[in-house]
């Protein structure tokens, strides 16, 4: 697994690409759920997960917009799978997964 601080290695796949265009994402916005989001190995992936509370109070005006903010990156390979956005959820449909994918015995 890269680290989240490893943050420029990774590279967004088409369609992470087109999410974050949809919901006016940056690379710099991504870099910031990486270092300040809250880490979740689910369903073969990792998720990091940008709350109120992970948001330095410093920062809040700057970059409140970014509260709710998930970013799915790769478990092995240094890839941005997909960005959104659930401000009312948080991390509970996540937490809810298969903390196992269910295509782990298939090799792709």
């Known amino acids: 697994m890269f680290g989240p ?13 087109q999410r974050m ?19 979740l190995h689910r369903a073969g992936a990792v998720f990091f997960h940008l709350g109120k509370c992970n948001i330095p109070k410093t920062q809040r005006r700057q970059v ?10 790769s478990r092995d390979l240094p890839l941005i799978l997909t960005v959104y956005r659930n401000r009312q959820g948080g991390l509970g ?3 809810r997964k298969s903390a196992r994918s269910r295509y782990a015995k298939y090799a792709w």
């Open 93 to 95: 449909h996540v937490k």
């Open 21 to 39: 265009a949809q919901r006016n994402l940056s690379f710099e916005d991504i870099r910031f759920v990486l270092e300040h989001g809250e880490k």
């Open 64 to 73: 409140g917009r970014l509260e709710g903010t998930i970013v799915v990156l």
């Open 5 to 17: 601080t490893d943050f420029q290695q990774y590279v967004p796949t088409n369609h992470a690409e």
